[in-house]
C-alpha cells in the first residue's frame, strides 16, 4: 500500500495524559499537513509541513500541541495534557500537486 | 464564521438518477476547489476538483460546476450508484495543492442513494 498511513488509528486515554500520533506520508510528497475533524464538521487545518519544515501554525493548535517531520520523512503530533475537547480525528494529508490525499486518521477519545 | 458552506446536511435519491451538492464560499481570495468523498473511519478521498479559471470540470460520472461570480459550486453524479453512498466535503484554497494554509472545508453532506 503507497498510501499515507497512520497509527495508531484509535487511541483511547485520560484527561492529563500525553498521546502522540504518527503520519507515514506517500514517499515522493514533500507537503504534509495534519487536520482535526470533530463530528458534525469537516476537517479543520492545524499545520503545514514543506519537508522538514514546519511553515504554518492554526490558530486551533495551541501550546499543548507539538508536531515535527524529522528528515522531511514521516511525521508525528504529540498532545501533552490531554483535554476532554481534545476528542476528535485526526487526520494526516500530503500533497506534491494539486490535490491532498488523506490518511485514514487516528480517531483520539479522552476520558 | 464559515468561509465554505454545505448548507444541506442530508441528501436523499434514487439509484440511476443524478444527485446535485451544493457548496457555497466566502472568501473571494479562494481560486481552487475540490470536493472529497468518505466514508465511515476512512479518510477522505479525493473526487473532482476545479481551478478559478474554468467553470466545469468532468471526470467519469462526476463532474464539478463552479459560478465564480455567485461564489457557488456543484458537484454532480449520474448516474448515482449505490456505492456513491457517503459523506461528501466541499474544500477551498488560495493556492493549488492548499498551500501553507491547508484547505478550508464545509461541514459536508451525507448523501444516501435509495435501492
Known amino acids: 500500500d503507497t498510501g499515507v498511513s497512520q497509527d495508531p488509528r484509535h487511541k483511547i486515554t485520560k484527561r492529563g495524559q500525553n498521546v502522540t500520533f504518527r503520519c507515514d506520508p506517500i514517499?515522493?510528497?514533500?507537503?504534509l499537513y495534519w487536520y482535526r475533524q470533530t463530528l458534525g464538521q469537516g476537517p479543520e487545518f492545524l499545520t503545514y509541513?514543506?519537508?522538514?519544515?514546519?511553515?504554518?501554525k492554526s490558530r486551533l493548535l495551541s501550546d499543548r500541541f507539538s508536531a515535527e517531520r524529522p528528515k522531511g520523512s514521516f511525521s508525528t503530533l504529540e498532545i501533552q495534557r490531554t483535554e476532554q475537547g481534545d476528542s476528535a480525528m485526526y487526520l494526516c494529508?500530503?500533497?506534491?500537486?494539486?490535490?491532498?490525499?488523506f490518511g485514514p486518521g487516528t480517531r483520539l477519545t479522552v476520558l | 464564521d464559515q468561509q465554505v458552506k454545505q448548507n444541506s446536511p442530508s441528501l436523499s435519491v434514487q439509484e440511476g438518477r443524478i444527485s446535485i451538492l451544493n457548496c457555497d464560499y466566502t472568501?473571494?481570495?479562494?481560486?481552487?476547489f475540490l470536493w472529497y468523498k468518505k466514508y465511515p473511519a476512512e479518510g477522505p478521498t479525493f473526487l473532482i476538483s476545479i481551478s478559478s479559471i474554468k467553470d466545469k470540470n468532468e471526470d467519469g460520472r462526476f463532474t464539478v460546476f463552479l459560478n465564480k461570480s455567485a461564489k457557488h459550486l456543484s458537484l454532480h453524479i449520474v448516474p448515482s450508484q449505490p456505492g456513491d453512498s457517503a459523506v461528501y466535503f466541499c474544500?477551498?484554497?488560495?493556492?493549488?495543492?492548499?498551500?501553507?494554509?491547508?484547505?478550508?472545508f464545509g461541514k459536508g453532506t451525507h448523501l444516501i442513494i435509495q435501492p
Open positions: 474544500a477551498a484554497s488560495s493556492l493549488l495543492g492548499g498551500g501553507a494554509d491547508g484547505l478550508t
Open positions: 514517499s515522493e510528497h514533500n507537503r
Open positions: 472568501n473571494s481570495m479562494f481560486d481552487y
Open positions: 509541513f514543506q519537508n522538514e519544515a514546519q511553515l504554518e
Open positions: 494529508a500530503t500533497g506534491a500537486g494539486n490535490e491532498q490525499f
